[in-house]
């Protein structure tokens, strides 16, 4: 909130310096500004709250870059966090799918070893039904 404040009046401060220099003889009017200065040293003045008001926003800026140089970093570094999620996420449907390969053709394979003990089985009489139970002796 104060610093708000601040750079408001900083502002209004740049914008009457501008006026000021921008229109000399504005400045003659106001009884104020005659009493505190001569012209000379008015301008110096004005020059040297020009140069704090630069610096000021000069801070500011580099202030405003530094929060974005960090912002741009954390988002780097979730980004990242990202991309490890996702690459682990394709590794494992990568092994998902070479076992469901694996088993589609483990399955296949028993299937022809089924069908070739059935087609054995029928050639020695065995018929589908033709179930006799099993006892134990």
Known sequence: MFHSHILQLSCDWFNWLLLLLMFPDCAKQFKEVKNHASGEETEKNITEMLIEELKQREEEATEAQQQ???????????????????????SGMDTCEEAREKSA?????????????????????????????????
Not at 109 to 135: C, F
Request: hydrophobic share 30%; glycine share 4%.
């Open 68 to 90: 974005a140089d960090v912002k741009l970093l954390e988002a780097k570094k979730l980004a990242s966090q990202y991309q490890k999620e996702a690459d682990k996420c394709s």
């Open 105 to 137: 053709e483990s399955l296949l394979s028993q299937r022809k070893l089924t069908a070739l003990w059935e087609e054995r089985a029928r050639e020695l009489g065995w018929k589908p039904g033709n179930v006799k139970p099993h006892q134990n002796q």
